[in-house]
C-alpha cells in the first residue's frame, strides 16, 4: 500500500516538473504516460480539431482575402469546432471600412450572408505578422506579442488545419506592413512541429499567387501534412465575384468578394457533407472549377502526404451537413475571374468612375490610381534595367527568366541569398509591394545563376540612384 501511494506521488512529481519546465500540457502528459488519448469528438475522430485561418493583407481592395478567411470560420464552426481551437489573423480594417457600403457586414459572394458576425479577433493589425503566426502554430506563447494570446496547444492525437488567403509570390506569402513569410521559414516551423510529436495529421489550404512554390521540393511526405494550392509556382490565383462580372456584388461594391480556389473549396463544403467527401475528393472538385475558368485559369496542386488525402473532410473541419453521397456537383455556373493585381486596379478605377466629377473625392481617387500605376511602372523598369545590367543585355536577361526549375526541385538553391537580394533591390529602390514581388522569381533566378550580393547592389544603386 505504502509503495502505491509512493508511486503515485512520484507520477504526479514528474507531471508538475514538466509542466514548468516545457509546454507540456496535461492532456500531452497522459497521453505521453499512458500511450493514448480518450478524447474523441462527435464524429469519433480521436484528438481535438485545431484550425489557424490567415488573411495576410489590408486594405479595401483586398476585401476578398478577409472575406475569404471570415466564411472559412463560419463553415468550422458550424462543424464544431470551439473558439478556443480556431485561431484567425485578419487585419480587420474591412468590416467598418469608410469603402464599405454594409457597415459591419462581410459578404464572400454575391448573395452570402454575413460571415464577419462573430469572428474572433485574435491577431489583427500589428499582430498580424510572421512572428505570431510561426508561434502559434508551434504552441509557443513565448514568442507572441500582442494579440489573444491563443496558440495551436496541441497533442500527439491531434489533427491541424491551416488556410491562407492572400496576395503571394515566388517563395513568399506575403503580410501586411511590407512583411513576408518565406518558404524555407515556413517548412522549417513545420519540420519543429513535427519533430515536437504535436499533432497527428496537417491539412494546409494556400491561396496565393505562385503558391505552389512554398512547398514545392520542400515539404516531405513522412511529416504527415496534407497540403493543396491555389497555383503552381510560376502562376496567378484568380479573383471572382468582382465588379461588371456575370456573376457580380451588388452594385455598390466596388470590390471583388472572393477567390475562386477559396470560393471553391467553401462552397464545396457547404453542399457535401463533410463525412461523405474526403481530401482528395474536394480537391478533384476544386481542380475542376479552376481549370473550367479557361486558359486564365490557374492550376491547383498538392504536396506531402497523399495518404491524408484519403482522410474524410471532416476530421478537419468537422461534421458539416450536405449531400451524403459524393457525386462531384458543385456548382451551376462558369466564373469569371481577373488576375490577383488587376483586381486591385479594378478598385481603384471603378472609384474613380465613381466619384462625382469635379469632387475631391474624385482627385484622391485619381490620385490613388495614378500612384498604384506609377510605382508598378517603376517597379518593372527597375527590375528589367538591373536584369538587363547583369546579364550584358536584355536578351540574356529575357533567357534568365524564362528559364524553369525542374518540377521537384525548390524554387532556389540559397534562401539566404534570395533574401539577400530582395533587401538589397528594396534598399537601393524602395518597398516592393505584393504587385512588384511578381519579381521575385528574378531575385531567385539571379542567384542559382551565380549573382553575387555586391553585383546586385553595384547594379541597383546605379540603376535606381534618385528614384526610390
Given at each position: 500500500m505504502a509503495l502505491s501511494i509512493f508511486a503515485i506521488l512520484i507520477m504526479f512529481l514528474s507531471f508538475f516538473t514538466q509542466i514548468a519546465t516545457s509546454r507540456l500540457t496535461p492532456q500531452n502528459f497522459m497521453t505521453n504516460s499512458f500511450g493514448t488519448s480518450s478524447s474523441k469528438s462527435k464524429d469519433g475522430v480521436e484528438g481535438t480539431k485545431w484550425a489557424v485561418l490567415?488573411?495576410?493583407?489590408?486594405?479595401?481592395?483586398?476585401?476578398?482575402?478577409?472575406?475569404?478567411?471570415?466564411?472559412?470560420?463560419?463553415?468550422?464552426?458550424?462543424?464544431?469546432?470551439?473558439?478556443?481551437?480556431?485561431?484567425?489573423?485578419?487585419?480587420?480594417?474591412?468590416?467598418?471600412?469608410?469603402?464599405?457600403?454594409?457597415?459591419?457586414?462581410?459578404?464572400?459572394?454575391?448573395?452570402?450572408?454575413?460571415?464577419?458576425?462573430?469572428?474572433?479577433?485574435?491577431?489583427?493589425?500589428?499582430?498580424?505578422?510572421?512572428?505570431?503566426?510561426?508561434?502559434?502554430?508551434?504552441?509557443?506563447k513565448k514568442a507572441i506579442k500582442?494579440?489573444?494570446?491563443?496558440?495551436?496547444?496541441?497533442?500527439?492525437?491531434?489533427?491541424?488545419?491551416?488556410?491562407?488567403?492572400?496576395?503571394?509570390?515566388?517563395?513568399?506569402?506575403?503580410?501586411?506592413?511590407?512583411?513576408?513569410?518565406?518558404?524555407?521559414?515556413?517548412?522549417?516551423?513545420?519540420?519543429?512541429?513535427?519533430?515536437?510529436?504535436?499533432?497527428?495529421?496537417?491539412v494546409i489550404y494556400v491561396e496565393a499567387c505562385e503558391a505552389g512554390s512554398i512547398f514545392e521540393g520542400l515539404l516531405p511526405k513522412e511529416w504527415n501534412i496534407y497540403a493543396t494550392t491555389a497555383s503552381n509556382s510560376e502562376e496567378s490565383s484568380w479573383a471572382t465575384y468582382c465588379p461588371g462580372f456575370d456573376v457580380a456584388p451588388p452594385p455598390q461594391y466596388d470590390t471583388c468578394l472572393g477567390d475562386l480556389y477559396s470560393v471553391s473549396w467553401m462552397e464545396d463544403s457547404e453542399t457535401h457533407s463533410s463525412q461523405a467527401e474526403t481530401l482528395e475528393q474536394q480537391y478533384m472538385v476544386v481542380k475542376k472549377r479552376l481549370t473550367e475558368a479557361g486558359s486564365e485559369g490557374s492550376h491547383e496542386m498538392w504536396f506531402g502526404s497523399n495518404q491524408i488525402s484519403k482522410d474524410l473532410r471532416s476530421q478537419y473541419m468537422g461534421t458539416t451537413p450536405g449531400r451524403t453521397t459524393f457525386n462531384g456537383a458543385h456548382y451551376n455556373h462558369t466564373h469569371q475571374i481577373v488576375d490577383q493585381h488587376q483586381a486591385d486596379i479594378l478598385f481603384f478605377k471603378r472609384k474613380v468612375i465613381r466619384a462625382v466629377e469635379g469632387s475631391m473625392e474624385k482627385e484622391r481617387a485619381k490620385k490613388e490610381l495614378e500612384d498604384v500605376l506609377s510605382h508598378r511602372n517603376h517597379v518593372d523598369s527597375t527590375i528589367k534595367a538591373i536584369g538587363t545590367s547583369l546579364f550584358g543585355g536584355n536578351q540574356g536577361f529575357q533567357m534568365l527568366t524564362n528559364t524553369l526549375r525542374s518540377t521537384g526541385q525548390p524554387i532556389v538553391d540559397d534562401w539566404n541569398c534570395f533574401k539577400s537580394m530582395v533587401a538589397i533591390y528594396e534598399k537601393h529602390c524602395g518597398p516592393l509591394?505584393?504587385?512588384?514581388?511578381?519579381?521575385?522569381?528574378?531575385?531567385?533566378?539571379?542567384?542559382?545563376?551565380?549573382?553575387?550580393?555586391?553585383?546586385?547592389?553595384?547594379?541597383?544603386?546605379?540603376?535606381?540612384a534618385g528614384t526610390s
Open positions: 490567415v488573411a495576410g493583407s489590408r486594405g479595401f481592395q483586398n476585401y476578398r482575402h478577409q472575406a475569404d478567411i471570415c466564411h472559412a470560420y463560419q463553415i468550422l464552426k458550424r462543424g464544431g469546432l470551439k473558439d478556443e481551437n480556431i485561431i484567425v489573423f485578419m487585419y480587420d480594417d474591412i468590416a467598418y471600412n469608410e469603402d464599405n457600403p454594409k457597415k459591419g457586414v462581410i459578404i464572400n459572394s454575391p448573395h452570402g450572408e454575413d460571415v464577419y458576425n462573430g469572428v474572433p479577433k485574435d491577431y489583427t493589425g500589428k499582430n498580424l505578422n510572421v512572428r505570431n503566426l510561426l508561434g502559434v502554430i508551434l504552441g509557443d500582442g494579440g489573444s494570446g491563443k496558440v495551436v496547444d496541441s497533442g500527439p492525437n491531434d489533427h491541424i488545419f491551416i488556410y491562407y488567403a492572400d496576395h503571394g509570390a515566388y517563395g513568399v506569402l506575403t503580410m501586411p506592413d511590407f512583411e513576408d513569410l518565406y518558404a524555407d521559414d515556413f517548412i522549417k516551423t513545420m519540420k519543429k512541429k513535427h519533430e515536437l510529436g504535436t499533432y497527428k495529421s496537417m509591394s505584393s504587385y512588384g514581388k511578381k519579381h521575385l522569381r528574378t531575385f531567385a533566378k539571379m542567384c542559382n545563376a551565380g549573382i553575387q550580393q555586391n553585383q546586385m547592389a553595384q547594379a541597383s544603386s546605379l540603376v535606381c
